[in-house]
């Protein structure tokens, strides 16, 4: 029992990391009816910038965090103008194919510029962590717990109970009639893939600490998280949240007790599963469509 409830933890805390992920596939997906295969790729980005910040300049790790974040921001709005904007009449497919090159375009411009060599960033806190009863709880796992708990506290709060949450809802919702309304379709855009972005980089600043910081974290974290939205129904917030948190678990416990050289795989065998008996995810709905 003590090992379950410490796998348990850690499980929920790396499901977090894939939660956070996934809602910024659902949201850019929702607003757009686009897939953003370049979500992983901002973790990434926003990992190395800490290093940068933090490591390499030595700087306080709050204003780092804050410099990073305020890049995030940055990227997330010139990916909306760059990447999705000069398509946004387009069918969906090239808008899918320009965020993929996007993706490789921003893992190889970081590693031209910081090379191969995956780099350490340090914990938020020098304590390792602390027990609760048989259950060792990592500082680490804890925080990512905690933001990503606030974090979606605050989603709910504001599309739920403020204008400009609503207006966004609206646009993802239908956006011609959005327009009509005289909501600014093209800005409520723009902010959800800041928005996107953001989140997707503090995952990465999250994690990064737990993981090595490398190129190729991106598109493992990404891989996950787009699991995690198919399996908790895509386009649906609280299946993004749960379809994390399931996979994170199953992952945790799957090394354990299986195998740990095939943890990542496990991710994918539940994808499958899901894929050919519930396609529609956990709390997604079937439509039919008559030709």
Do not use: C
């Not at 090992?3 to 348990?8: G, S, T, V």
């Not at 990434?44 to 910040?53: D, E, I, S």
């Amino acid at each position: 029992m003590d090992l379950i409830l410490q796998l348990l933890f850690t499980g929920i805390g790396i499901g977090a990391v894939y939660a956070l992920v996934a809602l910024g596939f659902v949201l850019i997906f929702r607003a757009t009816n686009v897939v953003n295969f370049a979500q992983g790729e901002f973790s990434m980005v926003a990992a190395f910038l800490m290093v940068v910040f933090a490591v390499d300049l030595q700087w306080p790790y709050w204003l780092s965090f804050l410099l990073a974040i305020g890049g995030m921001a940055m990227l997330g709005a010139l990916f909306n103008l760059g990447v999705y904007y000069p398509l946004r009449h387009r069918t969906y497919l090239p808008v899918i194919i320009s965020t993929i090159g996007a993706s490789i375009f921003l893992a190889n411009t970081t590693l031209a510029l910081y090379g191969p060599q995956p780099q350490v960033l340090p914990p938020v806190f020098e304590t390792q962590g602390f027990l609760i009863g048989p259950v060792f709880l990592d500082t680490q796992y804890l925080l990512i717990i905690v933001v990503t708990a606030v974090l979606v506290a605050f989603q709910y709060w504001f599309f739920e109970h403020t204008l400009l949450g609503k207006k966004l809802q609206a646009t993802s919702q239908d956006k011609e009639m959005a327009a009509l309304l005289g909501i600014p379709v093209a800005g409520m855009i723009m902010l959800t893939f800041v928005y996107s972005a953001v989140l997707g980089g503090i995952a990465g600043i999250l994690v990064a600490p737990v993981l090595f910081v490398s190129i190729q974290m991106g598109a493992t974290i990404a891989l996950k998280a787009f699991a995690a939205t198919i399996i908790g129904g895509f386009g649906d917030v609280t299946g993004a949240i749960i379809g994390g948190l399931a996979l994170g678990i199953i992952e945790t416990f799957g090394a354990a007790y299986v195998s740990v050289p095939y943890k990542d795989a496990f991710a994918f065998i539940v994808l499958v599963a899901f894929l050919a008996f519930r396609p529609q995810g956990i709390f997604g709905e079937r439509i039919a469509e008559k030709a």
